[in-house]
């Protein structure tokens, strides 16, 4: 039995006299019919935003509108499912409801969605004449009209602008569309044909969920069915208040700001995150200046559902079942209404999900890690993580195709091939994509190039995207590609990060950010001609045409390139930790330049016929030197302090703060250890530009890292990102009074 | 080594049998290599151990001891009685799993070699970001050569390939030790010239290097997956080269003269020189074993739908079969890399007799999916197993025996076995051990019929129309339980349960299953007569390969099909059709027969009538039939089975959570016809069945047993 469980282990037993066992049958039940829902979603579908990037999910509710199983790809639907199954009981019970009905659920502002491209299915079950549940499925369409395609308007100025929303209307009766909505939507949408049928899709979905739910109720009855989905509920919530009392009480606090550059000018809106921890609850409080006239303002699914549930459960309530239960042991809050973070009609919200929700999404990441770093439990002190950037430059293209017909083509690749968080396990993932989004993949080559008039370059690595650190972040894509037999297609792109990129946790640093560009007028089609290979940007001559993060009706013509990279994850701990054996690999194998392996790592790197490889001896002692300059009180070798293992580098003693490697005393509890120690600063574009990693230098407001090392082995403590004429309190939690435990 | 036989009726002395043809199915499993042979309806089993540093040893002293059962020796055995050898292995399988291989090189595209390392992104399912992991490194970056040379989609060279880069990056890659080089490039399966030519140069300059192309590997597009399954073809190929000539050579060198077929993934037989070339075919052939036995089964007694399940020492695998053939399933995952090989579609989940059971993060029982393993195994075995296991629960429960486990000769520490379940899960729940091992028995049921429910009701059939036919040594203990959880009402565990799998062996026929990427709109019917010889030529092939294998081309039987989407969509739907069904127009083309074939599969009104239809892959299965085991049922009387009854144990039987003295039934004496029932165990050598209250069993002329639910 693990940590964990044997401290929850009285939850199951005590929790009612109801048999755990069949609790647990149950349980699975209701999984595997949201499981079913969703195969035959993904098996209909042709829409590759469903079968290949899973933007899509399908959760089974009870009467009440609690949810009772998920089959999670999109995590931040489980909030959005919520709301809109809570509104519709609200808006139609008792007496506007029939079996068969379908509500149709698009709207962020009343039913939940993430952004309007993002369409839910809502069907009650009834079993004879009543009912015994719901089912709700979503899928991101291609289309839905307005300003922009595939529902992302970068440059839309009000949500009226941008697409059309469907605010739970009943979409059809007994199962079937109404030929009425039909029509509607066809004249509405660029795409009728696709949209139609994945909504088909979406209702077979229901109602493959419904027969299966109406079996339950047949084989148990339905009391003792619902005294089980108490019972479940009671579980998970038993189990994860419980959890959260092993992290000690107090606030954990940080700040972020959300970018947008559509309107000529790169603007940061500020947001900040506070999570009070009060015994076995939690308290999510966010803030954020007011809402602003384009199209990141935040949903409030996309606070609860990006912001709040998809890092609460990739990185803490990871093995906890999910239903309704979870939800108990939280409490949101966002402040007045008219904010980035609780916008009212009409901001513009059709990217609310990737800019603010993601950017809030990583600030929760961030006070997780910091909570956790100091709980009482062994397991929870390993669930700290580098920042998952959530953010890749999506690009949607509009043109006349070979055949004279339309196209709508929207490449995945770049958009979710972003690299994930370092884990305490090993270095993060690659390609990892968007933490909200499960399974995610994208298409291969051949897959584009067959239904596509596109041809591909070059699909890599980009190098050093993954953040620096004792744990490397996750590596991200780096794809251009051209025009194939078609020419003058018109372009929307779209990126959350383009100058603050996922942040290090515990010392480490900050992935390579994004960027879209298009190389102009180039000479690929005459090297192509000339039978020469062009498989890599390196390769070409022509214009870089840096893009804006967010801009619309970007031209692309026969000879230009496309070229995308995507942001990489965080890194954890100190890179002067990483085994230069791992940084050595990592340089065989093109992860990293010679210069991130120098100045990131601290590697004395050689050079021989075999290529460049690492000198591990004189890579310690050069890491020693370096610091010691840094840092003229260092005592200690930073060898003997690595190989102490470990991943948080500060600690909580009794009355003070302890560096974790060494553990020198840095601060009294009381105070802000972080304020004690005067940081290195740097900035974020000199660095990352010396070591060839991807970041847009910012004129105005420029970014700054601000690098933290222990006075006695001088290890990186804390590496956080400043923004000049911003001042902030640099992130630290805040004991609650009395309430300070030492982490055993 | 042991072996030991039955013979239809009852059990008789050595120095029976009237001598004829012999054909000898072994299956090298992780523990144990089985051997069935079969001479006319008489069938003869024999078991060793399995041999991981040369598993041609294991099949020898098999074949051994199948011999001396026949009063014979191996060479006389080999020589003048064996008509056909089949073998099952899991080389491939452990190749993969441990990663031990050959050094493999790549020649790719230039501009696309790091796909070999992210692929299409490797996030799963899993909330826990600590599960996310990237894809092990196949092959090292030093490894891998980028080539100039690109064809597009249609066809057409874009960049010619670049011949002097070739030869260099040859004798790099040569010089750095590969033992094989996979050539992967995009597009090679519209114009597989540039992979030909690249083919030929390394045999030219490197001869003693083994190469594959990726479209000979797969001849299908989506490029990660055909040039995994090219690199995987590579790394697995040093071990089963060896395997191959070794058991080639040892059974010549005894005298046997005859073609040696090895069964593949597909539930069919390969030739030796068939596996040397894409020894990657060969993957998961064990379980596909069981599912051809059980095919077989289902077309000796006229079963429509069969599930079948076998339950081992870490998983539980399940698949239907529906009309007498095994379902397919296309571009398979082999452990954690996408290729493009079909296999028979077997469901895997982590339920077997070496399942953990523990406690979930809510403190609640669970049943996996961790495994205690072969070592140390069950805490009952006594090998420093802590971790109470599904074994445990069956022997704390009272359905194993600690006296008579595998006929005796495996001893059962009872009272660990107790005291860990306790420990470990009990006290937490105010269990005592029988409570505890109910509940993980019930969990491990519910399980398994979930399982079961997914393969028969995602593909469109009732499980309450299906019959279950459970083999293996463990399922016939919760088979009854599955069945009635999921009200289906027969079920057959075989005679020979455990070695069912290698007895499908016999049952294989030849196998080729070719394809060849088209990306053809249907509508476009200029291109018709290009498509027809794009097949035909794709037929030619798949009857050259089995005519070389020594089959008569004449009797080779064809079946057609593709792999067939709406325009829009990106994953296709596999139907067959009849080779003139491509030149229809209007009534009965591939449009009508595939709307309908898609709403059989999705659901009425699903089909896209309004956008086009493309077809992608056309797909040519040779099958040439293999002589089969011609086992005749004996004449049954029914009569009650009392003779068999050989006393009674004190059980605890959770499906009705009571404490019972069971009667206990010695299968050695039951006849055909016997019958009795439940609640009763029948205690077979190497397996127990559980026959629970108000069932019926009977043995049937096949020495089957038949239980009514």
């Known amino acids: 039995m693990d940590k964990l469980s044997q401290d929850t282990a009285d939850v199951a037993r005590s929790a009612s006299a109801l048999d755990p066992i069949t609790a647990e049958v149950v349980r699975c039940a209701f999984e595997n019919i949201a499981d079913e829902m969703a195969i035959v979603l993904l098996r209909t579908s042709g829409s590759p935003v469903l079968t290949e990037a899973k933007d899509f999910s399908a959760i089974v509710f009870d009467a009440a509108g609690r949810q009772v199983g998920v089959a999670g790809y999109v995590l931040g639907h489980f909030a959005s499912s919520r709301i809109a199954v809570q509104e519709i009981i609200k808006k139609r019970m008792p007496d506007d409801l029939e079996p068969g009905d379908i509500f149709i659920c698009n709207d962020p502002y009343t039913v939940g969605a993430l952004h309007q491209g993002d369409v839910g299915i809502v069907m009650p079950i009834y079993d004879g004449e009543k009912l015994i549940g719901w089912t709700f499925t979503n899928a991101h369409l291609i289309d839905v009209g307005g300003a922009s395609i595939s529902g992302m308007a970068p440059e839309a100025h009000d949500c009226f602008e941008e697409a059309i929303r469907f605010p739970g209307v009943r979409a059809g009766t007994n199962g079937v569309l109404n030929p009425e909505w039909v029509s509607f939507i066809e004249v509405n949408v660029r795409v009728p044909v696709s949209f139609i049928n994945d909504v088909r899709s979406l209702i077979a979905a229901c109602n493959a969920g419904a027969v299966r739910m109406r079996g339950l109720v047949a084989e148990y009855g339905l009391g003792t069915l619902h005294d089980y989905i108490d019972y479940n509920i009671e579980l998970t919530e038993k189990a994860l208040s419980a959890r959260i009392a092993l992290l000690p009480d107090g606030t954990a606090r940080t700040y972020d700001w959300v970018e947008y550059d559509g309107r000529g000018t790169a603007d940061l809106h500020a947001v900040s995150c506070e999570m009070i921890v009060d015994g076995d609850k939690l308290k999510f409080t966010f803030t954020g200046v007011d809402q602003v006239a384009a199209f990141i303002n935040a949903t409030p699914s996309a606070v609860a559902g990006l912001g709040v549930m998809t890092p609460f459960l990739c990185q803490f309530a990871q093995d906890i079942p999910f239903n309704e239960g979870i939800w108990n042991c939280i409490e949101i809050d966002t402040g007045r209404p008219g904010t980035v973070v609780n916008p009212v009609v009409p901001a513009p919200v059709t990217n609310a999900h990737m800019e603010t929700g993601a950017r809030l999404g990583r600030m929760v990441g961030e006070v997780l890690s910091q909570v956790c770093s100091l709980s009482s439990s062994a397991t929870l002190r390993d669930r700290v993580a580098g920042q998952a950037p959530s953010s890749g430059p999506g690009a949607a293209w509009f043109g006349v195709k070979e055949d004279g017909e339309l196209a709508i083509i929207f490449p995945l690749d770049s958009l979710v091939a972003i690299g994930g968080g370092a884990q305490t396990t090993g270095d993060g993932q690659d390609m990892y994509g968007f933490q909200t989004t499960l399974a995610v993949s994208f298409p291969d080559v051949e897959v584009h190039e067959l239904v596509d008039p596109f041809f591909i370059l070059w699909r890599r690595f980009k190098v050093n995207s993954g953040g620096a650190g004792h744990n490397r972040g996750g590596m991200a894509l780096d794809q251009g590609y051209m025009l194939w037999n078609v020419d003058n297609f018109s372009g929307s792109c779209f990126m959350a990060a383009v100058e603050l990129p996922a942040r290090g946790i515990s010392g480490g640093y900050p992935g390579g950010a994004g960027r879209s560009a298009v190389i102009r007028s180039s000479d690929v089609l005459a090297q192509l001609e000339a039978g020469k290979s062009v498989s890599s940007p390196e390769k070409l001559q022509g214009t870089l045409d840096i893009l804006p993060a967010k801009v619309s009706n970007v031209p692309l013509r026969q000879g230009d390139v496309y070229w995308a990279i995507s942001s990489g994850g965080g890194g954890l701990g100190d890179p002067f930790h990483r085994s230069p054996e791992l940084v050595d690999r990592d340089l065989r194998d093109a992860r990293i330049t010679r210069s991130a392996a120098e100045e990131l790592y601290g590697t004395v790197v050689c050079e021989s016929s075999d290529g460049l490889t690492v000198d591990i001896d004189g890579t310690w002692e050069n890491r020693d030197s370096v610091r010691l300059a840094l840092v003229p009180t260092k005592t200690l070798r930073l060898k003997d302090v690595a190989s102490a293992g470990g991943f948080n580098s500060v600690k909580a003693g009794k009355d003070h703060w302890a560096c974790a490697y060494c553990d020198t005393e840095l601060a009294s509890t009381a105070d802000n250890w972080k304020e004690r120690l005067a940081p290195r600063r740097r900035l974020l574009a000199d660095l990352f530009g010396a070591v060839q990693t991807q970041v847009r230098r910012r004129q105005h407001q420029p970014v700054h890292l601000a690098e933290r090392y222990c006075p006695t082995c001088a290890s990186s403590l804390s590496v956080d990102i400043e923004v000049e004429e911003a001042e902030r309190t640099p992130p630290v939690f805040t004991f609650a009074t009395g309430q300070l435990q030492a982490a055993e | ?494 005679n020979h349960s455990s070695a069912f799998s290698a007895y499908g062996l016999l049952e294989a026929d030849y196998i080729s299953r070719k394809s060849i990427t088209l990306g053809w709109g249907v509508e476009n019917r200029d291109q018709l007569a290009s498509i027809v010889e794009a097949r035909d030529n794709l037929e030619r092939e798949i009857l050259d390969e089995i005519e070389r294998a020594g089959f008569d081309r004449e009797g080779i039987q064809l079946r057609h099909g593709a792999d067939i989407r709406y325009a829009g969509q990106l994953n296709e739907l596999y139907m067959d059709f009849s080779p003139e069904d491509l030149l229809k127009e209007g009534e009965g083309d591939l449009r009508q027969q595939f709307d309908l074939a898609y709403e059989e599969e999705f659901g009425a009104e699903t089909a896209w009538h309004d956008a086009g239809l493309m077809l992608i892959n056309y797909v040519i299965t040779g099958v040439a039939v293999r002589q089969k085991p011609d086992l005749k049922p004996v004449e049954v009387t029914r009569h009650p089975a009392d003779e068999a009854l050989t006393g009674s144990c004190s059980m605890f039987l959770p499906d009705i959570s009571e404490q019972l003295d069971t009667p206990v039934y010695d299968s050695e004496k039951m006849k055909p016809g016997a019958w009795f029932q439940g609640p009763g165990i029948i205690e077979v050598r190497d397996t127990t069945i559980y026959v629970p209250r108000e069932a019926t069993v009977e043995r049937d002329g096949y020495l089957n047993f038949i239980l009514k639910l």
């Not at chain 2, 199915?25 to 089985?34: A, E, M, S, W």
């Not at chain 2, 004798?171 to 033992?179: A, E, N, P, W």
């Not at chain 2, 990660?224 to 399954?229: I, L, V």
């Not at chain 2, 030739?271 to 064990?286: H, K, N, Q, T, W």
């Open chain 2, 1 to 494: 080594m042991c072996a030991w036989r039955f013979v239809k009726f009852g059990f008789e002395s050595k120095g029976k049998y009237k001598m004829s043809e012999i054909s000898i199915g072994i299956d090298v499993g992780g523990t144990h290599t089985d051997l069935i042979a079969i001479m006319d309806d008489q069938v003869v089993r024999a078991k060793a151990l399995t041999t991981h540093d040369d598993y041609s040893e294991g099949i020898f002293s098999a074949l051994e001891g199948a011999a001396s059962e026949f009063d014979l020796s191996v060479d006389d055995l080999l020589s003048n009685h064996a008509r056909a050898f089949v073998n099952g292995n899991t080389i491939v399988t452990n190749a993969i799993t441990e990663m031990k291989g050959a050094r493999v090189g790549v020649l790719v595209t230039s501009g696309f070699a790091d796909i070999l390392q992210f692929g299409r992104g490797n996030r799963s399912n899993d909330f826990d970001d600590q599960l996310q992991q990237n894809l092990p490194q196949t092959v090292a970056k030093e490894m891998v050569a980028e080539i100039d040379e690109r064809i597009n989609r249609d066809g057409n060279v874009v960049v010619p390939l670049d011949k002097e880069q070739v030869e260099r990056e040859v004798i790099r890659l040569k010089d750095l030790g590969v033992d094989a080089i996979a050539v992967c490039f995009l597009w090679c399966t519209r114009n597989d010239a540039h992979e030909r030519e690249v083919e030929r140069i390394i045999r030219e300059i490197a001869p003693d290097i083994f190469v594959t192309c990726s479209v000979t590997a797969a001849s299908v597009f989506r490029e990660f997956e055909r040039w995994m399954t090219a690199i995987l073809n590579c790394f697995v190929q040093p071990p089963v080269e060896n395997f191959v000539n070794k058991v080639s050579d040892g059974l010549l060198a005894r005298g046997y003269t005859r073609a040696v077929e090895f069964f593949n993934g597909l539930g069919g037989v390969l030739g030796a020189d068939e596996v040397r070339e894409l020894p990657i075919l060969l993957y998961s052939s064990g379980p596909a074993g069981g599912a051809i036995a059980a095919a077989a089964l289902a077309r000796r007694y006229g079963i429509e739908n069969l599930l079948c399940g076998d339950m081992g020492g870490t998983s539980f695998d399940t698949t239907l079969v529906h009309r007498e053939k095994p379902i397919v399933a296309q571009r398979c995952r082999i452990g954690t890399f996408d290729t493009a090989i079909s296999l028979l579609d077997i469901v895997s989940i982590g339920a077997g007799g070496g399942s953990i059971v523990g406690l979930d993060a809510r403190g609640v029982p669970k049943v996996g999916p961790q495994s205690s393993g072969s070592f140390p195994g069950p805490v009952c075995y006594g090998n420093g197993g802590t971790a109470p296991t599904i074994t445990d629960c069956m022997v704390t429960l009272g359905f194993l025996r600690p006296d008579n486990y595998l006929g005796g000769r495996h001893a059962l520490d009872v009272e660990a076995a107790k005291k860990a379940l306790v420990s470990e899960v009990g006290d937490a729940m105010g269990w005592d051990a029988v409570e505890t091992s109910a509940g993980a028995y019930k969990l491990a049921v519910a399980n398994m019929a979930n399982a079961l429910r997914g393969v028969s009701i995602q593909r469109g059939h009732d499980p309450r129309k299906c019959t279950f036919v459970a083999y293996g040594g463990a399922l016939p203990m919760f088979a009854a339980a599955i069945c009635r959880q999921l009200n289906i009402a027969d079920m057959i565990v075989p």
